[in-house]
């Protein structure tokens, strides 16, 4: 996966996405970033400036089509030429010779223009991120960036929650870092065995580590017992209960993914209830409930 991310602060980017476990997946060739100055293109030989005041009035400069445009067409250059070369080295490594089109006309990487203004980033749109070979990312600064560029070349509008930064590194950087993580071979098998937060929409359970107690507080003994099928439905439980307390909203996407089996209750109910309370019945679970049928 290779990141190409347009942007005015290059050393923000670069710092930050080259350490820890994304600069050990770089070392090793799955990922690469490319933080490329936006204003390496502006026609403004004297200042490079990129920005310019809003047509129709109102307070801030506008960054403009043209640098961003042009730095655009220099990374699909790049990325299409890098894409031939590899289409050439496949062809001579394969017998049969593969066919070289020369030129990947028909070839748009995603491009993804990070805003307060675009749908909330999340876990599944991270998955789907992680399956292209290319992703451009756009930083916006200032009051924004001339809608007409936009229009030209950004395929998906994506912000990291409701609440308004100074510009989109960071929002860039924390997408970069969810995809990367999804991308084959980057964590290694432990880190990836590990059961996350967000998978069935669940949050993870609590985790403890040495010692068996600390500041008087307990390992839960079930953790201590040995007995993994116990261990994973008294983590499930957790799971449960944590995200219905925290994050209520995922908890109500989980249930309807995963809706308690009916049959339980109506076996318990005689005949004429069932009938009477069956147009408007509201299925109300307990947790006792949910454990329970998780356990079948
Ligand atoms: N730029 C400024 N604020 C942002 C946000 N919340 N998400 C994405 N990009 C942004």
Redesign the pocket.
């Known amino acids: 996966m290779n990141f190409h991310i347009m942007t005015l602060f290059p050393e923000m980017i670069e710092h930050s996405l080259s350490t820890s476990i994304l600069g050990r997946a770089m070392m090793k060739g799955l990922i690469s970033f490319e933080a490329i100055n936006i204003r390496n293109y502006s026609k403004d030989d004297k200042h490079h400036k990129v920005d310019d005041y809003t047509y129709g009035g109102g307070a801030g400069m506008l960054m403009q089509a043209q640098p961003i445009y042009d730095c655009y067409s220099a990374i699909i250059e790049k990325i299409s030429k890098a894409r031939n070369e590899a289409q050439v080295d496949d062809a001579e490594a394969d017998d049969n010779g593969a066919k070289i089109t020369g030129d990947d006309a028909a070839f748009k990487p995603r491009v993804i ?4 203004q ?1 749908a ?2 999340n876990q599944q749109m991270a998955s789907d991120f992680a399956k292209e070979d290319d992703l451009i990312f756009l ?2 600064h200032y009051e924004g960036v001339d809608e007409r560029v936009l229009e030209e070349i950004v395929t998906d509008y ?11 590194e ?3 950087m924390v997408m970069i870092d969810a995809i990367s993580r999804l991308v084959p071979g980057v964590l290694n098998n432990d880190e990836s065995a590990m059961t996350e937060s967000f998978n069935n929409n669940l949050l993870e359970y609590p985790q403890y580590s040495r010692p068996e107690e600390w500041m008087g507080k307990k390992v839960p003994a079930i953790l201590l017992s040995g007995d993994h099928k116990k261990v994973d439905e008294w983590r499930l439980e957790q799971s449960i209960i944590r995200t219905k307390e925290r994050r209520p909203d995922l908890y109500e996407r989980w249930l309807s993914e995963n809706p308690p089996e009916p049959e339980k209750k109506k076996r318990r109910r005689k005949k004429s209830d069932a009938a009477n309370s069956e147009a408007n019945a509201e299925i109300t679970i307990e947790l006792g409930d949910e454990k329970k049928n998780h356990e079948t």
Do not use: E
């Not at 223009?113 to 307060?116: E, I, L, N, S």
């Not at 994506?158 to 989109?168: A, F, Q």
């Open positions: 223009y990070v805003t307060p675009g909330v980033f930083c916006g994506v912000s990291i929650g409701d609440y308004v930064l100074t510009g989109g960071l929002p860039a």
